[in-house]
């Protein structure tokens, strides 16, 4: 469903420029707290925390690329809403010795297969555990259940949104000066899986379903995220896997 989000509403000319910094300010504040993380734990674990798939596909395969010489390799996608597929292809080729299809697109056009080109020799070929919950949608949603079907690792979490449809993005502007950008997604393709079925209205229902308590919640543990380290062979406890990646509170 569309969903509409109030911002600051700019209704005086005078105070425009004043309105378009706060604007600006609040993008680069999102920005700041979208960035992809990681943590090395030793030479057992990494873990990569990737709250969205827009950055460059290339980035995304050098910081995957660190993981090299670990044992294994935790990417947590939960509250990841999705993003463009060169990055989703960028990162599946970074775990896959091989080729590997990712889906069929199903459009007006015609139906064409979405791949993803492995790096072959300097792919990551550890252990792979991926972390998903409700709100992990679109490319997160294909990454965890092209994971499960290519049974390359463990998926742990919740069932995700059920949201796929793969949209195209419109740009618009407005205004002489300041000038605002803003834009329109509309979707135009399902997405099948190699096992037959749309992810759509469905989801991917995790290998093992962990979901934290309200407790857990109150008090900052992450019990999903130290069962994915036991998988991996480290000991880690749900209090401090919730002092890896720490909330980050907006700014305005």
Known sequence: MAKVRQVR???????????????????????????????ELGAQLMIMKLPRFLEPDSDAQAMIGKA??????????????GGIEPTLQGILSSVFQSDVK??????????????????????????????????????????????????????????TAGSVMEAKYYAHRTGLNPVFSYGTLVA????????GKSLEHTGVTPDETILPSAADLANGRD???A?????????LSPEEAGKLFPYEWPKN
Do not use: C
């Open 9 to 39: 509403t700019i209704t005086d000319f005078d105070n425009m420029s004043r309105d378009a910094w706060f604007l600006r300010m609040e993008g680069e504040d999102q920005r700041r707290r979208m960035r992809p993380q990681y943590r």
């Open 68 to 81: 090299h010489g670990h044992s294994g390799l935790i990417v947590d996608l939960r509250g990841n809403p």
């Open 102 to 159: 990712i889906a069929e697109r199903a459009a007006r056009e015609g139906t064409t297969a979405v791949m993803a080109k492995s790096n072959h020799h300097n792919a990551f070929t550890g252990k792979l555990i991926v972390l998903v919950d409700s709100e992990s949608a679109s490319a997160a949603e294909l990454f965890a259940r092209v994971i499960q079907i290519e049974k390359r690792g463990t998926v742990l979490g919740d069932r």
């Open 188 to 195: 135009g393709a399902d997405l099948v899986m190699a096992d």
């Open 223 to 225: 019990p999903a995220m």
């Open 227 to 235: 069962r994915a380290a036991e998988i991996v062979g480290v000991t």
